[in-house]
């Protein structure tokens, strides 16, 4: 069992910059991909960011160049740096931990909201 919590949500003018974090309950990184979601309202949950257990990492196109996911293993946390926010970047962003193998385990965390507007 993985308990996953989620802060550093705000409120942010355009342009401006948060940073996410998710610590985990226990060290999973060796084992388990780790990825950022967001949900706008009235919106489905959609994928910002993942780094997988052997580093890789991808974006949605939308937040390249912009946003930066990262872990820091000694701490069971991992970030997401979010620069130039744009109001449709507001949303819930919730923590989520899968397991490398397919059905075993896929963790949320509770979410923090992230608002942009002027």
């Known amino acids: 069992q993985v308990q996953l919590v989620e802060s550093g949500g705000g409120l942010v003018q355009p342009g401006g910059s948060l940073r996410l974090s998710c610590a985990a309950s226990?060290?999973?990184?060796?084992?388990?991909?780790m990825g950022w979601y967001r949900q706008a309202p009235g919106k489905q949950r959609e994928l910002v960011a993942t780094?997988?257990?052997?580093?890789?990492?991808n974006y949605t196109d939308s937040v390249k160049g912009r946003f930066t996911i990262s872990r820091d293993n000694a701490k069971n946390t991992v970030y997401l740096q979010m620069n130039s926010l744009k109001p449709e970047d507001t949303a819930v962003y919730y923590c989520?931990?899968?397991?490398?193998?397919?059905?075993?385990?896929?963790?949320w965390g509770q979410g923090t909201q992230v608002t942009v507007s002027s």
């Open positions: 780094i997988t257990s052997s580093d890789g990492i």
């Open positions: 989520n931990a899968r397991h490398r193998l397919t059905g075993l385990a896929n963790y």
């Open positions: 226990r060290s999973i990184f060796s084992i388990y991909n």
